[in-house]
């Protein structure tokens, strides 16, 4: 417990009027100090109340009463900071909000600094910097997906792998450098051959873990699915009916769309970044031209890809268009889109789905109509599929954070150079460095090795009274 720390405090709901709001006070004077503003309607003071329970009471200023409030304590070291907390919950006028905070400051509370009431819970040993991490993350997630993640780390599931990385290092290293202590006697306390397993063990692990974040990237920041196609293939109303807005311009002339338009939604629990493309065809509009380069550009940063095509199209048209776009498609996940099937009849849409499939086998097709929006049902299923996220557990550790990201891919190397060493007979000093080195990496994403400027960084970033 750090004593010499200043007693905060923060406005921990959102800003604004509501219904009830929230101030949170952390520090050793909290007690002492809201007694001089809190008259509790049983009489006692706050030291005297139980903790973990609502107390019914009075706000006031020099005798005037501003608000009944509701006080729960929290004794250390069993609260959200590891100190003694007090939270006011009052009604939600501003005024009543800024004025109970006013009188604490009145009394020498200091105004809390965006993140400083969790970093109080990493200085005080309550979490690590990685759960602290995961809770801005999860104040932030805006999906199913990212807030199963966000908890999973909050409540320690990525530490607890740290944690048992660490502790095989730390019997690694200790092993090697006991043998470097007997050096004269010519003493083999580690098994090399069980060295050699214990190594690529760990950096297997540690390669899994970095290895998420690719999956993780996508779940906090959004899917990237490009909508593409000719012009005038209903790109923007099918952006229209997945994003349940009118955000794209829809009109039947075609080039309409010439710039990029992006917005995200969740569906099905999934967060999807949807990017409306301007349409593929040949033109000597200098504006359509930057806009068609964009929309292969933006083929390139997918994840998915959904090719709509126009089902009144001919044939060798679709074969011709789609001479450009399948080639650029390699390695991302394909979705054709059969669109405006409601104008054919049924031996026209299977002719078309036919030629489709031939053209790109193993991708997935759906015909639909974007106007009509018949059979889209089944294109929400594909996009969810080919999401991929819906394969990821509960207790799966997916990292999300590049900080972490980076880390762990420094932590890989070391380990590499470990297995190298061993494989090369390489002194015991040499492997014990390679060793504290990739406990150093792993030591950064739980704090354990730290500074003030990544401490600043990282907490800067989170609201005000959390």
Same mark, same amino acid.
């Given at each position: 417990?750090?004593?010499?720390?200043?007693?905060?405090?923060?406005?921990?709901?959102?800003?604004?009027?509501?219904?009830?709001?929230?101030?949170?006070?952390?520090?050793?004077?909290?007690?002492?100090?809201?007694?001089?503003?809190?008259?509790?309607?049983?009489?006692?003071?706050?030291?005297?109340?139980?903790?973990?329970?609502?107390?019914?009471?009075?706000?006031?200023?020099?005798?005037?009463?501003?608000?009944?409030?509701?006080?729960?304590?929290?004794? !250390?070291?069993?609260?959200?900071?590891?100190?003694?907390?007090?939270?006011?919950?009052?009604?939600?006028?501003?005024?009543?909000?800024?004025?109970?905070?006013?009188?604490?400051?009145?009394?020498?509370?200091?105004?809390?600094?965006?993140?400083?009431?969790?970093?109080?819970?990493?200085?005080?040993?309550? %979490?690590? *910097?990685?759960?602290?991490?995961?809770?801005?993350?999860?104040?932030?997630?805006?999906?199913?997906?990212?807030?199963?993640?966000?908890?999973?780390?909050?409540?320690?599931?990525?530490?607890?792998?740290?944690?048992?990385?660490?502790?095989?290092?730390?019997?690694?290293?200790?092993?090697?450098?006991?043998?470097?202590?007997?050096?004269?006697?010519?003493?083999?306390?580690?098994?090399?051959?069980?060295?050699?397993?214990?190594?690529?063990?760990?950096?297997?692990?540690?390669?899994?873990?970095?290895?998420?974040?690719? /999956?993780?990237?996508? %779940?906090?920041?959004?899917?990237?699915? /490009?909508?593409?196609?000719?012009?005038?293939?209903?790109?923007?109303?099918?952006?229209?009916?997945?994003?349940?807005?009118?955000?794209?311009?829809?009109?039947?002339?075609?080039?309409?769309?010439?710039?990029?338009?992006?917005?995200?939604?969740?569906?099905?629990?999934?967060?999807?970044?949807?990017?409306?493309?301007?349409?593929?065809?040949?033109?000597?509009?200098?504006?359509?031209?930057?806009?068609?380069?964009?929309?292969?550009?933006?083929?390139?940063?997918?994840?998915?890809?959904?090719?709509?095509?126009? /089902?009144?199209?001919?044939? !060798?048209?679709?074969?011709?268009?789609?001479?450009?776009?399948?080639?650029?498609?390699?390695?991302?996940?394909?979705?054709?889109?059969?669109?405006?099937?409601?104008?054919?009849?049924?031996?026209?849409?299977?002719?078309?789905?036919?030629?489709?499939?031939? *053209? !790109?086998?193993?991708?997935?097709?759906?015909?639909?109509? /974007?106007?009509?929006?018949?059979?889209?049902?089944?294109?929400?299923?594909?996009?969810?599929?080919?999401?991929?996220?819906?394969?990821?557990?509960?207790?799966?550790?997916?990292?999300?954070?590049?900080?972490?990201?980076?880390?762990?891919?420094?932590?890989?190397? !070391?380990?590499?150079?470990?297995?190298?060493?061993?494989?090369?007979?390489?002194?015991?000093?040499?492997?014990?460095?390679?060793?504290?080195?990739?406990?150093?990496?792993?030591?950064?994403?739980?704090?354990?090795?730290?500074?003030?400027?990544?401490?600043?960084?990282?907490?800067?970033?989170?609201?005000?009274?959390?």
């Amino acid at each position: 417990m750090i004593e010499t720390l200043p007693t905060i405090a923060a406005i921990s709901t959102a800003p604004g009027k509501g219904a009830i709001a929230c101030i949170r006070v952390s520090g050793k004077d909290v007690y002492a100090i809201c007694n001089k503003i809190f008259q509790a309607k049983n009489g006692k003071s706050i030291e005297e109340q139980a903790v973990h329970n609502l107390c019914f009471g009075l706000i006031t200023d020099d005798g005037n009463v501003l608000d009944e409030v509701l006080l729960a304590k929290f004794q !250390s070291p069993h609260s959200y900071t590891g100190e003694d907390i007090v939270e006011i919950t009052c009604h939600g006028s501003v005024y009543i909000q800024q004025k109970i905070l006013q009188l604490l400051l009145k009394h020498g509370v200091h105004l809390a600094k965006a993140g400083e009431f969790t970093q109080r819970a990493f200085m005080n040993g309550r %979490i690590d *910097l990685s759960q602290a991490e995961a809770v801005a993350d999860l104040i932030a997630s805006s999906s199913s997906a990212a807030h199963r993640i966000a908890l999973n780390q909050m409540r320690g599931g990525f530490s607890n792998e740290l944690r048992n990385l660490r502790n095989e290092l730390l019997d690694f290293i200790s092993l090697i450098e006991l043998e470097l202590d007997f050096g004269e006697e010519d003493v083999e306390f580690a098994d090399r051959s069980r060295l050699n397993e214990l190594s690529g063990h760990i950096a297997g692990v540690i390669k899994k873990l970095a290895d998420s974040f690719e /999956a993780g990237n996508v %779940i906090k920041n959004g899917i990237p699915v /490009a909508i593409i196609g000719e012009t005038n293939t209903g790109k923007s109303t099918l952006l229209n009916f997945l994003l349940n807005e009118d955000r794209a311009i829809v009109s039947n002339i075609h080039g309409t769309t010439r710039d990029i338009i992006e917005d995200i939604t969740s569906i099905e629990g999934i967060t999807f970044r949807f990017i409306d493309t301007a349409g593929i065809r040949e033109t000597h509009d200098t504006v359509e031209n930057i806009g068609i380069e964009r929309t292969f550009q933006k083929i390139n940063q997918a994840s998915i890809i959904l090719w709509l095509v126009d /089902a009144l199209n001919k044939t !060798s048209d679709i074969q011709k268009l789609a001479q450009k776009i399948i080639p650029l498609t390699g390695g991302k996940k394909l979705i054709m889109v059969l669109n405006k099937v409601d104008l054919l009849d049924k031996h026209e849409i299977r002719e078309k789905e036919a030629v489709l499939n031939r *053209l !790109s086998p193993g991708s997935d097709l759906v015909s639909i109509s /974007a106007t009509l929006q018949t059979h889209t049902d089944a294109l929400i299923h594909k996009l969810v599929k080919a999401s991929a996220l819906s394969e990821i557990k509960d207790n799966d550790v997916i990292i999300t954070n590049m900080r972490h990201y980076e880390a762990l891919n420094r932590a890989y190397d !070391s380990t590499l150079r470990v297995i190298d060493g061993l494989k090369n007979n390489i002194s015991g000093d040499f492997l014990s460095q390679d060793i504290r080195e990739a406990l150093h990496y792993l030591g950064e994403i739980t704090g354990e090795i730290s500074t003030n400027d990544i401490l600043e960084n990282i907490f800067s970033k989170f609201c005000i009274g959390k």
